[in-house]
């Protein structure tokens, strides 16, 4: 009698299973902050950045041993996280923190923080491998066009705010880094709700806001806007595998 070769597709389909029920589980745990935040106070804001870090070691043990269909789908489910941690975690704890030039706080609402400082805090406490300092002091446009892919980096001199804001509504949801004459922030599309997160010299006092693109504020000033969209995939993926950006 000849011997017949072991079926091992069993197997194949097992391990298969086990990892997709793997990235469920992710998916579960990943899309939602198991606490909840007041966004008020320093000890809530570590707790905040120490959650991210533990989420973000589990999804790249997990992306690690994946193969490319499942590294996709890991993808996109640390971008739903990431642009979902972003805007209703981060930058709520760090609104009211009040801009100096000169501010150079990493604690929400503890010092005074300048636009630059803001959005490379921002990143960093993300989870980002950036050069904190190096960019905070650079023009916007510099790490604008590390972190964008080119596709997505727009430039716009003199433009009427109708024009740009509806450039915006086309290129779609999500975050945007915006850099101006004088000033970088973060831009937040939300479908017709288009806000303006920066740290405003316009309103020291005030500081770190979320405003409307029109209100009183250095963007609707400025001559000249750049705008990157973040969290392609490429930036994903060097948030997951922590590539250190230059």
Not at 58 to 76: G, H, R, V
Request: hydrophobic share 40%; with cysteine; aromatic share 12%.
């Amino acid at each position: 009698m000849l011997a017949t070769a072991p079926n091992h597709k069993p197997n194949v389909m097992a391990h298969k299973k086990m990892i997709m029920i793997r990235i469920f589980l992710i998916v579960i745990t990943v899309l939602s902050i198991s606490k909840s935040y007041s966004q008020n106070g320093e000890k809530e804001y570590l707790n905040l950045l120490n959650e991210i870090k533990s989420k973000h070691d589990t999804l790249l043990n997990i992306y690690s041993k994946a193969n490319s269909k499942e590294k996709d789908s890991i993808i996109e489910i640390s971008k739903v996280y990431l642009i979902k941690t972003i805007s209703k975690n981060i930058f709520p704890y760090w609104y009211g923190t009040q801009w100096d030039f000169n501010g150079v706080t990493r604690i929400p609402k503890k010092g005074k923080i300048a636009c630059g400082y803001f959005v490379t805090n921002v990143m960093t406490d993300l989870g980002f491998n950036i050069p904190r300092i190096k960019w905070a002091q650079s023009a916007s446009e510099v790490f604008i066009k590390k972190l964008a892919l080119t596709k997505n980096i727009k430039r716009f001199t003199k433009t009427k705010m109708s024009d740009f804001e509806n450039h915006l509504k086309k290129s779609g949801n999500g975050i945007y880094l915006v850099g101006l004459d004088m000033h970088v922030g973060f831009i937040v599309v939300d479908n017709d709700n288009i806000r303006f997160v920066h740290s405003s010299y316009y309103k020291p006092e005030i500081g770190v806001i979320s405003e409307k693109l029109d209100s009183w504020n250095p963007l609707r000033d400025s001559n000249y806007r750049i705008i990157g969209k973040l969290f392609s995939n490429l930036m994903i993926e060097n948030w997951i595998i922590e590539k250190r950006y230059d």
